[in-house]
């Protein structure tokens, strides 16, 4: 590869989850401190880092299309520079790397705060991969928090020791570790500092987190929760993902005696039915699944339940599928994730028999997602007519129209005199499928 003027300015475009949200913000801010400058939106950006997803379907293609889109029509010099990070580059990297001469970069999920080196490299024309785990190391040698936002994302947990048989997460992002305390409080400071008032803590598997609080005491999630509350200036804490595995007493007691956090809670299940449970290797089954929610249920009874569902597992049977459906009807979600089964490669359902035709994947996924969605308008109905607080986002589309979200994370439109980070009394007045209107009662 030729050397390449040094970009200066850039874009992160990340796919997949939250923690991808959440790196592409740190990545932002590495490249930042290096001295370049966000790309306006809707301008070409010298650098490009497509920080990518692997959990389902052709994410690899999809990069490639991307790679292709960036690349067209462009010598070396006109296009930008390409990195590609995430969990694609992960698991294949050297593939990249091999197919797609204009990529300069290929970085993984635990290495990227190692990218200015690799970008003093890409300019002299090296093409440079990192897919080295070096676990917590990556932290440390992040810059400071100075995103502006009255939401904020803060890792505490990454990595994933579980292995569901479906799932690329444990190769990708690799063994669980826990952030510690100290780092995170001290993180979520600076975020408070820069105008959060709501955090909302994440990992792969976040009530898994561990750690030690200043007195050294050992400490699970609550702990952690319970400490943050404490903030002046915060107002609203969340977590997501966690497993049911990984659920204790007290996280389950935090919801009932912490004002500051939200009732609302993202429990996967994947199916309704013990034996296909037992092929994810979910090592839970329905009913204990549908025991632990009645708990959060009997300290929060308000607590917005939220799940995913994998529908067309290996050898799941019409009759195992309805077992599915009839979990959804016992919980009533607020809101929930379903997706077809993907064969990832490398884990062990994609060699198991009987793969379930697309077809009869697509009937499915339909008939499920019509029962959730039915749900979730009926949630949403429910929570017409009653006051709540309102955390504002972004503007809406017309003029004098403001986002937020209620504290069971539904969208709410308002209008009148707000700014961004105001936290409002509404009304709400009207409830869609998909959003509530609420009328704006005053402002703190
Ligand atoms: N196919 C389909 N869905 C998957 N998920 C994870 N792996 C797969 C796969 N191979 C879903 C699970 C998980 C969510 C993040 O993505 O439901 O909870
Ligand atoms: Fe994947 Fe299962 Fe770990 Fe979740 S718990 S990240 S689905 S292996």
């Not at 400058?37 to 650098?47: F, I, Q, V």
């Not at 826990?178 to 975020?191: C, M």
């Not at 996280?251 to 037992?278: C, F, T």
């Amino acid at each position: 590869m030729k050397p390449q003027i040094s970009p200066k300015t850039y874009r992160v475009k990340s796919f997949g989850c939250q923690m991808n949200v959440y790196d592409g913000e740190r990545m932002g801010e590495l490249l930042s401190e290096q001295g370049l400058s966000k790309a306006p939106d809707g301008e070409d950006a010298d650098l490009v880092v497509l920080n990518t997803c692997h959990i389902r379907e052709k994410a690899a293609e999809k990069i490639y299309s991307d790679i292709g889109r960036l690349t067209k029509g462009k010598t070396q010099q006109k296009a930008p520079m390409i990195a590609v990070a995430g969990c694609v580059a992960q698991a294949e990297g050297e593939e990249i790397m091999n197919r797609a001469p204009a990529v300069s970069m290929v970085v993984g999920p635990q290495a990227y705060h190692r990218l200015p080196e690799m970008l003093d490299k890409a300019v002299k024309g090296e093409r440079a991969t990192d897919t080295d785990m070096p676990a917590i190391a990556k932290f440390d040698s992040l810059p400071e928090r100075k995103r502006r936002s009255p939401t904020a994302f803060l890792t505490v947990q990454e990595g994933c020791d579980k292995f569901c048989t479906y799932c690329v997460v444990p190769y990708t992002r690799g063994a669980e570790i826990s952030r510690p305390f100290s780092d995170l409080l001290g993180e979520a400071h600076k975020l408070i500092e820069t105008g959060a008032r709501e955090i909302t803590l994440l990992g792969q598997n976040v009530n898994a987190w561990s750690g030690e609080d200043e007195a050294g005491r050992a400490v699970g999630l609550a702990g952690l929760i319970r400490a943050l509350a404490r903030f002046d200036g915060l107002e609203r804490i969340r977590y997501t993902t966690s497993h049911p595995n990984d659920m204790d007493d007290a996280l389950i007691a935090a919801h009932g005696e912490i004002d500051k956090l939200m009732p609302y809670l993202h429990l996967p299940v994947q199916s309704g039915n013990d034996r296909v449970l037992k092929a994810m290797n979910r090592s839970h089954t329905a009913e204990g699944y549908l025991r632990l929610l009645e708990r959060f249920r009997e300290v929060r009874p308000d607590i917005a339940l939220s799940g995913d569902f994998i529908v067309g597992f290996p050898g799941e049977t019409e009759t195992e599928f309805e077992d599915t459906l009839k979990l959804v009807d016992e919980v009533r979600y607020a809101q929930a994730y379903s997706f077809k089964y993907s064969p990832r490669p490398g884990t062990p359902a994609a060699t198991m028999d009987n793969q379930i035709a697309k077809e009869v994947m697509d009937d499915r996924l339909q008939r499920l997602q019509a029962r959730i969605d039915r749900d979730q308008f009926a949630f949403n109905k429910s929570k017409a007519g009653e006051t709540c607080s309102v955390l504002v986002e972004r503007k809406g589309k017309h003029p004098g129209q403001w986002l937020g979200k209620s504290p069971w994370l539904q969208s709410v439109w308002i209008e009148g005199d707000v700014r961004i980070g105001d936290m409002v009394e509404v009304d709400l007045v009207e409830a869609g499928p998909n959003s509530l209107r609420g009328e704006l009662l005053g402002s703190r």
